[in-house]
């Protein structure tokens, strides 16, 4: 039996790291959904097209194309971005043009289309309560502001990325403040969802959490 599952939660909060180790043990596909939202804000920018201007953005998703490689890497309009899209200000830029109706549904329309067939792990924000309403498991994975700005700065100093502590810390705050609190399908936890708080737990102790889930639902993985 292949199943869906859906993981959202905030920012920096290991979604994609957690959904991208699901995929290999059950051999299932991950689609990271807020990559989707980064390339518009990343597109908007280099066509000079406010974040805030809906119609505008509306009208320039419908001529982009957002494709994804089986490592995880991003190519917008043919153009590898998967890094490009990770900087501070295109992640403040993805939380701006996703408040948006009229993106949302575009984008949550061809994430549909994409998981129909089943065997999907889609990451994000309102995967559990608008995207995959039916999926079979529903992980809502959390953890501290602080633990997620460590995180965060980690990767950093790992990829030689300069970086300033605080302003790393609110980000994350403003983000948080900014995708919980929008009008159309803010982040927040499905009422089926399990949460999993990962401040302290490593990788591996919350995919044996979820493992734990996919054995209560009898899903077979090796
Ligand atoms: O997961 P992420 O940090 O790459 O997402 C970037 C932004 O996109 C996030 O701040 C909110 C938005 N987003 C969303 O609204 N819905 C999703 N399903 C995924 C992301």
Redesign the pocket.
């Known amino acids: 039996m292949r199943i869906n599952i859906a993981i959202d939660g905030p920012?920096a909060a290991g979604?994609s790291t957690i959904a991208k180790k699901c995929a290999k043990l059950l051999g299932y596909s991950h689609l990271?959904?807020?990559?989707m939202?980064?390339c518009v804000a990343y597109k908007a920018k280099k066509e000079g097209i406010d974040w805030n201007d809906e119609e505008k953005l509306a009208e320039m998703i419908k001529n982009m194309k957002i494709d994804f490689d089986k490592n995880g890497n991003v190519y917008l309009d043919h153009e590898d971005v998967s890094q490009k899209i990770r900087t501070n200000d295109i992640?403040m830029g993805?939380?701006s043009v996703?408040r948006h109706l009229k993106v949302r549904e575009c984008l949550v329309e061809l994430q549909q289309q994409i998981a129909k067939n089943k065997g999907y792990i889609l990451?994000?924000?309102?995967?559990g309560t608008v995207?995959l309403k039916d999926a079979e498991l529903k992980i809502y994975l959390v953890a501290s502001a602080s633990a997620r700005a460590e995180r965060r700065i980690k990767e950093y100093i790992e990829k030689g990325i300069d970086f300033d502590r605080d302003e790393i810390i609110k980000d994350i705050e403003r983000?948080d403040y900014q995708?919980m609190h929008r009008e159309h399908?803010p982040l927040k936890k499905a009422e089926d969802a399990i949460e999993i708080d990962s401040s302290d737990l490593t990788i591996d102790e919350v995919v044996s959490k979820i493992k734990n889930e996919l054995d209560r639902l009898g899903v077979v993985y090796d």
């Open positions: 920012s979604k990271d959904t807020g990559a939202y980064r992640s993805a939380s996703s990451d994000g924000r309102d995967i995207v983000r995708d399908s």
